[in-house]
């Protein structure tokens, strides 16, 4: 599966945005799928991931309540809207899918993931 993600940009502080993943090539719906970040000068961090299903969701602790991931299986789309942004959510976000049975659990990990789309830039002024 190849992913694209897109929406980044410039945003201040309280604002919000949706980022949107799109993928190609089939079995989308075997896959579940996060998004991570990484700020520069840090490793690249879980932010929230989703079963193949749309039914099961799971976010970091840094994010939760502010972030939703979702899913359109017919259209291959993950989403994250992300409000009440903060500059420290400033970072390159990337989308990954995990090849998974449909009772694994959702991984939180980067090694857990099996594909990666190129990121994009969310900038979170002050």
């Known amino acids: 599966v190849q992913l694209q993600a897109s929406g980044g940009g410039l945003v201040q502080a309280g604002g919000s945005l949706r980022l949107s993943c799109a993928a190609s090539?089939?079995?989308?719906?075997?896959?579940?799928m996060g998004w991570f970040r990484q700020a520069p000068g840090k490793e690249r961090e879980f932010v929230a991931a989703?079963?193949?299903?749309?039914?099961?969701?799971t976010y970091a602790d840094s994010v939760k309540g502010r972030v939703t991931i979702s899913r359109d299986n017919a259209k291959k789309t993950v989403d994250l809207q992300m409000n009440g942004l903060k500059p420290e959510d400033t970072a390159v976000y990337y989308c990954?899918?995990?090849?998974?049975?449909?009772?694994?659990?959702?991984?939180?990990?980067?090694?857990?993931?099996?594909?990666w789309g190129r990121g994009t830039l969310v900038t979170v002024s002050s």
């Open positions: 989703i079963s193949r299903s749309g039914g099961t969701t």
């Open positions: 990954a899918a995990d090849w998974a049975i449909i009772s694994a659990p959702l991984g939180t990990t980067t090694s857990q993931y099996d594909y």
């Open positions: 090539g089939p079995s989308f719906s075997r896959y579940h």
